[in-house]
């Protein structure tokens, strides 16, 4: 199985810009489709970005598109998630996670692995 620890959360500025990082160990990362997810309290898991094994595919929620970027570097076993033009409805708990699938997935339920999560609070 692959362990996975998220970081780089925080509290920003509306307008603002943070990079949420997800390191990788256990498994060979690069087997595993990976995404991001976000949840606020009472809500269900919401997904936000997913890319495949190589990066050739990416895959946005509507709501962050045009925004927030996922990539990932297989050769630090590390995955990322640039956000800019941060609004106070993306405050939330962050998590990625793996599968290990060829096909990326928007569903929670399509995927194995998760990290502990890390928080992003944005201001107005």
């Known amino acids: 199985q692959v362990q996975l620890v998220e970081s780089g959360g925080g509290l920003v500025q509306a307008g603002g810009s943070l990079r949420l990082s997800c390191a990788a160990s256990g498994r060979t990362f690069s087997n595993y489709a990976m995404g991001w997810f976000r949840q606020t309290p009472g809500k269900e898991r919401e997904f936000v970005a997913a890319i495949s094994r190589s990066a050739s595919t990416t895959y946005y929620a509507d709501s962050v598109k045009g925004r927030f970027t996922i990539s990932r570097d297989n050769a630090k076993n590390m995955l990322y998630l640039q956000m800019n033009s941060l609004k106070p409805e993306d405050t939330a708990v962050y998590y990625c996670?793996?599968?290990?699938?060829?096909?990326?997935?928007?569903?929670?339920?399509?995927?194995?692995?998760w990290g502990q999560g890390t928080q992003v609070t944005v201001s107005s």
């Open positions: 996670a793996a599968r290990q699938w060829v096909n990326i997935a928007t569903s929670p339920k399509e995927y194995s692995y």
